[in-house]
């Protein structure tokens, strides 16, 4: 319309939080470098967030042109950093784009579409606040498998306790991108609770309509020992239960109980305010 000043869509920061991925690290940073050459002001820049890596880490993803932040400088005033959620944290302080891409730095098979398919949502409808990608994984030690901690924790204590958000698919992905003036308004978790914190927190805040999945296909990776896994299980579990009210637990556990079989059908007093009725 003659007289309407046009507005270009805004430009992402892709970062990659790292921590000992020497091995794949390059191929994702030249994946994303692709990106920038074929479709100038899409991606402002790539940072690597170099979380208490020992390995060359940080060496390859200079050399590969991306700048490089260490979670040691950006967390040391709380004493460094803790896990994930602290990584994104530093990122989060160093992005000066509208937009903010996360990408694992594990992938071996990442593609230029995948990183286009995360950013494009939020440049072309302003409703979306937060864009989560799903895939079917191939992990590198023993074939196919779903994601064990989304399967057996996320899941269903979304179903149980935000049963509004049951239907992602990943909750947990890290691949992943948001606004940055939101994502920084968060208190995010300093470890592995931060991906679905984020979700939780975004529906709270925007509604669910507000976080969309996009389809990324097959993605390789390697897969984690259960050791690791209930570690990451305990962490998500935290997010999920910290941002759920007393009543709600109380609510979603109720409605499986039974009175004591050798006792009269009674009301007891934890029942009165819970709105459950025994049958």
């Known amino acids: 319309m003659v007289g309407m000043k046009y507005t270009p869509p805004s430009s992402a920061t892709i970062c990659i939080p790292a921590h000992n991925?020497?091995?794949?690290?390059?191929?994702?940073?030249?994946?994303?470098?692709?990106?920038?050459?074929?479709?100038?002001?899409?991606?402002?820049?790539?940072?690597?967030?170099?979380?208490?890596?020992?390995?060359?880490?940080?060496?390859?993803?200079?050399?590969?042109?991306?700048?490089?932040?260490?979670?040691?400088?950006?967390?040391?005033?709380?004493?460094?950093?803790?896990?994930?959620?602290d990584a994104l944290w530093a990122a989060l302080r160093r992005c000066s784009t509208d937009l903010v891409a996360f990408i694992d730095a594990d992938l071996t098979e990442l593609s230029a579409d995948r990183v286009r398919q995360l950013i494009d949502p939020l440049r072309n409808d302003s409703r979306?606040?937060?864009?989560?990608?799903?895939?079917?994984?191939?992990?590198?030690?023993?074939?196919?498998?779903?994601?064990?901690?989304?399967?057996?924790?996320?899941?269903?204590?979304?179903?149980?306790?935000?049963?509004?958000?049951?239907?992602?698919?990943?909750?947990?992905s890290g691949l992943f991108a948001g606004r940055v003036e939101t994502l920084g308004s968060l208190w995010l978790d300093c470890d592995y609770g931060v991906d679905v914190g984020i979700v939780l927190d975004i529906a709270t805040m925007f509604g669910r309509d507000s976080i969309v999945e996009v389809d990324l296909g097959e993605i390789r990776h390697r897969k984690r020992d259960l050791a690791s896994l209930s570690i990451t299980a305990e962490q998500v579990a935290r997010a999920i239960l910290a941002r759920s009210t007393d009543a709600t637990v109380t609510n979603a556990d109720l409605t499986v109980r039974r009175f004591p079989p050798r006792q009269l059908p009674a009301r007891p007093n934890r029942f009165a305010h819970s709105g459950y009725e025994p049958n």
């Open 128 to 172: 979306v606040q937060l864009v989560k990608g799903t895939f079917r994984r191939n992990c590198t030690t023993d074939g196919s498998g779903a994601g064990r901690v989304t399967m057996l924790t996320a899941r269903p204590l979304l179903s149980l306790l935000h049963p509004e958000l049951a239907s992602l698919q990943e909750p947990l």
């Open 21 to 85: 991925e020497a091995a794949t690290i390059g191929h994702v940073i030249n994946v994303v470098q692709e990106v920038r050459r074929d479709e100038p002001g899409l991606i402002t820049e790539v940072v690597v967030i170099d979380d208490r890596s020992t390995d060359a880490t940080a060496l390859i993803a200079r050399a590969a042109g991306a700048r490089v932040i260490s979670t040691g400088v950006e967390c040391r005033d709380f004493g460094g950093s803790s896990g994930k959620g």
